[in-house]
């Protein structure tokens, strides 16, 4: 399984950017999927997540500018970056919840992750 995150690139401050993450291989099922990121020198967060019915979480720090969402027909996460910040400036990682096909059970994921920058 792999988990193959694009769409980060170089924005000024107040502008957008919309990252997908398409997990591919023998796929049973995918359960929760997310998006996290790490600036230089700082730990890996959780920035949003959305399960597989659809119920979404938020850090405090996205809250109102980000937007998560997915389509489970074609195992892709999104998340729409509005309204962005130089502090949104990291390394952005897709995570997820994969079950293949001849295993019963779910497995951690990471993608390989898409600079964000977020500059004048």
């Known amino acids: 399984v792999q988990l193959q995150a694009c769409g980060g690139g170089l924005v000024q401050p107040g502008g957008s950017l919309r990252l997908s993450c398409a997990a591919s291989?023998?796929?049973?099922?995918?359960?929760?999927m997310g998006w996290y990121r790490q600036a230089p020198g700082k730990q890996r967060d959780l920035v949003a997540r959305?399960?597989?019915?659809?119920?979404?979480y938020y850090a405090d720090f996205v809250k109102g500018r980000f937007t998560i969402s997915r389509d489970n027909a074609k195992n892709t996460v999104y998340l729409q970056m509005n309204s962005l910040k130089p502090e949104d400036t990291a390394v952005y990682y897709c995570?997820?919840?994969?079950?293949?096909?001849?295993?019963?059970?779910?497995?951690?994921?990471w993608g390989q992750g898409t600079l964000v920058t977020v500059s004048s």
């Open positions: 995570n997820a919840d994969v079950r293949v096909v001849v295993d019963t059970r779910y497995h951690n994921r």
């Open positions: 291989g023998t796929i049973a099922s995918i359960n929760t």
């Open positions: 959305v399960t597989t019915e659809g119920t979404r």
